[in-house]
């Protein structure tokens, strides 16, 4: 197990590069260069000053020279400076971390609680109204765009009833302490939660329906029955176990969307997270912190990738890995 | 096996049930789908006969009715208009009509390039199976909605860059799909039965290998298209998609925004359009999916 993990992490050197060396060239692709952040509005069209520039940039130097000072820079831990703000990325990827971690932990877990049990009930109960209606609604979970979902629910318990805020992740001019801080922050947390939750939940619920449903048709399970079990041990024992395991592969690979997933969501309602200093970044076109994200988020597909596969291999002892 | 023991005289007075037929007797028992797939034929046709639907021109400013602020529906524009005047039926007739050609013309240029990666794999196996998987594990590894975001952020979009982008990200899976298939073929008697007779390789490809895989293509293809009508939506939601002032139904959406407190039909009818657009393509994905499997057949 040990040797299969190390190997796929050792696969993961080259594909990081590969990925790497593309977002780069899309970066260095784009007509003008960084030199122009830079710029004075007094002397920003002297070319001697430009030049001055560019060489304290090191963009006078030929493309793979740049690129290799970048990944080695990288290697070391040192991602660069924002552009906008002049803060060193790795500070401001630190800031908004946290606060990804939280609402995207958050959603997943809710996600699991709803759709689990929704799978499995429309799967015992198949071809029922029950199940016409939870699956069709399943389908429109995946089929509303989440940014819809937003607005609605904006519109509704924001602006309409005013139970929630509408955005950000603290109520500004108020400085709560202890207990009644952290009843604020769940307060803001509700809605992008609920966003971030309804097509994972949708989709979740789908494939525990189906495979719960193919799990009920296996032998063993007719052959439990035959023995005799009552019908909750039947379900309870030996199905629901298996049919979980296509779960456990889903969560592993939506780990790296907890993180970059929600650029729709953190812009629409101001979280402070990963996603939103993403579309501000590239709205900006601050290719330091782009870069940062980009290798980031592979990171973590990747890793999800690794965390999704050792899982399946645990909880289910039929498969090995060499 | 039975078709050997039957018979020959009995054998003649079978005549077996065209493909087709099956299919489409097992797609019609998914009401949902059927329902689905005549709503869309009707959206399509709304999306391609916009001009004559509408009198107005989706980008023309009525000033009449250009007051800051949304006009709401009146008997001279059937769904108001926006704050700057312009009739919001026909932009959202316009808006539908970019966002189903986003979304198709993405998916027919992803299906492309995943069949020939998928197929070129597939038959020749060996290095070249290797490397272009490698490719495929690259292009599956990338955050793919973040570099979506890169690119149409840093090279202002036009709709045909909209729809490059979205298809040169997407392609993986069905390259995964065809390979697989193609793979399984390649064992079949019916491929050694084509090698023996001494069929070129191209046309054991064209006529022998790639009918045979079209059913998990299509179905492939059709759920394809709503992902790629939500991400063309969410990137014009975030400015980065259709460039203004023409109509997409995101960023309708984006400027409805402002308007969520005082004007309910700005966010309403681009939202619930896409809804149905998008909710009919999954339908029909899932029915045709159910009709192409024989083992649901009854």
Known sequence: MIRYIVRRLLQAIPLLLAISVIVFILIEAVPGDASQMYMDPEKGTDPAYLEQVRKSLGLDQPFYVRYAAWLVKTIQGDMGFSFRNRRPVSLEIGDRLPNTLLLGGVSLLVSLVVAIPIGIISALKRYTLIDYVLSTLALVGISVPIFWVALLLLQIFSIQLGWLPAVGMHSVRQTYTGWAAVMDVVQHMILPVIVLSVAQMASWSRYQRSSLLEVLGQDYIRTARAKGLRERGVIGKHALRNALIPIVTLVGLSVPTIVTGAFITETIFSWPGMGRLGV???????????????????????LGNLFADIAYAWVDPRIHYE | MNELSTP?????????????????????????????????????????????????????????????????????????????????????????????????????????????????????????????????DVFLSVPGFFLLLIIAGIFAGTLLTLVFVIGALNWMTVSRLVRAEFLSLKEREFMTAAQCIGVPGWRMVTRHMLPNALAPIIVAATLAVPYAILTESALSFLGLGVPPPNASLGNMLQDAQQWLRTAWWIWVVPGVIISLIVLSFNFVGDGLRDAFDPQLRR
């Open chain 1, 280 to 302: 501000e970044a590239v709205n900006g076109r601050d290719y330091p912190v782009i870069m940062a994200v980009t290798m980031l988020s592979a990171v973590l597909i990747i």
């Open chain 2, 8 to 136: 020959m005289a009995l054998q003649e007075h079978i005549k077996p049930t065209p493909q087709w037929k099956l299919i489409w007797r097992q797609f019609r028992r998914h009401r949902l789908a059927v329902a689905s797939a005549v709503l869309l034929i009707i959206m399509l046709l709304m999306a391609i006969f916009a001009d004559a639907i509408t009198p107005y021109d989706p980008n023309r400013i009525d000033t009449a009715y250009a007051q800051g602020r949304p006009q709401p529906p009146s008997d001279i524009h059937a769904l108001g208009t926006d704050n700057y005047g312009r009739d919001y039926l026909a932009r959202a007739l316009f808006g539908m009509r970019v966002s189903i050609f986003v979304g198709v013309t993405a998916v027919i240029f992803e299906i492309g390039i995943g069949v020939t990666v998928g197929a070129l794999a597939g038959y020749f196996g060996g290095r070249l199976d290797n490397f272009l998987m490698r490719v495929t």
